[in-house]
């Protein structure tokens, strides 16, 4: 009885341990991710509010990471 008590107890701190929250570019929902902040953390050539200054700075980001294009 004691066993069983204790390993459905271990199980459940198991399962609770695989319950992943939801992730979202942004931190609230009813601002869209391209409006950002503005501080120092910013990349340079990038503009709070400016659609298209943000896909490209996400452009080229994602670009520096592929190894194929660092490689060449």
Do not use: H
């Amino acid at each position: 009885m004691r066993l069983a008590l204790v390993g459905s107890l271990v199980a459940a701190s198991l399962l609770v341990g695989c319950n992943e929250s939801g992730m979202s570019a942004s931190k609230r929902p009813d601002v869209a991710p391209y409006m950002g902040a503005d501080n120092g953390f910013m990349a340079k050539g990038w503009k709070p509010g400016d659609q298209a200054s943000w896909s490209a700075e996400i452009t080229k980001r994602n670009q520096s990471q592929s190894e194929y294009s660092r490689i060449k």
